[in-house]
């Protein structure tokens, strides 16, 4: 079946300090992958996306690249700040509407 | 535009009640979803709609839960009778045919004592 993994939490860094978020699939074909952000007390928004191969998802300083070979959607920042502070959450999405999801990583950006 | 509505925003209720949550999804979206957050389970989803018709309701835990969607512009989430274990953060998302991305609500948090 189709499944996200992505590297346990919680995440504690001081701002300014690099970011990355591993995220690996597996999947029967070639989905299109995601990552949303949950601030506390709200929904998930979507923060980038890409929907094939190398393609690069990028937005407010993130980015992630849809690697094929390695099944891999790593999400990075070079400078994180405090408002950065959410739960983030790999997916991916294959042929029917079902988007299945990672299990989350707590960050949190100390000032 | 406004986004994906729920309602209420926190519910708290005793064992054996009913419960119904409220969606309104983004106005010209073909798709609603339903997913149940908890921390042990994470998010799943519970069933999907499209245009109105539930296609998928693998995900709903069993029959004390129910899901309706009589428009285009609302859907009810019923559990009765209600238990502990269905302590959770229910979200509402929508999303446009031939689009990928869904639109999550602000979500609904349901305890039940």
């Known amino acids: 079946g189709n499944s996200v993994t992505q590297m346990e939490g919680p995440v504690t860094l001081s701002e300014e300090a690099f970011l990355t978020i591993n995220c690996t699939y597996t999947a029967t074909g070639y989905p299109s992958l995601f990552w949303y952000v949950q601030y506390p007390g709200e929904g998930l928004q979507l923060l980038l996306k890409?929907?094939?191969?190398?393609d690069k998802g990028s937005n407010k300083g993130f980015e992630a690249t849809y690697r094929k070979e390695t099944t891999s959607f790593h999400l990075e920042k070079g400078s994180v700040q405090v408002s950065d502070s959410a739960v983030y959450f790999c997916?991916?999405?294959?042929?029917?509407?079902?988007?299945?999801f990672g299990q989350g990583t707590r960050l949190t950006i100390n000032p | 535009d406004a986004g994906v509505i729920q309602s209420p925003r926190h519910e708290v209720t005793e064992m054996g009640q009913e419960v119904t949550l409220r969606c309104k999804p983004i106005?010209?979206?073909?798709?609603l979803f339903w997913y149940r957050q908890t921390m042990m389970r994470g998010l799943e989803l519970l069933i999907y709609f499209n245009n109105n018709v539930p296609i998928d309701d693998s995900g709903m835990p069993e029959d004390r839960f129910s899901a309706k969607m009589p428009n285009a512009s609302f859907s009810t989430l019923k559990i009765q009778p209600s238990e502990p274990r269905d302590s959770a953060v229910y979200f509402c998302?929508?999303?446009?045919?031939?689009?990928?991305?869904?639109?999550f609500g602000p979500g609904t948090r349901l305890t039940v004592l």
């Open positions: 998302a929508s999303s446009l045919q031939g689009e990928d991305t869904q639109y």
């Open positions: 106005s010209g979206h073909d798709y």
């Open positions: 997916a991916l999405i294959l042929g029917a509407q079902k988007l299945v």
């Open positions: 890409a929907t094939k191969a190398d």
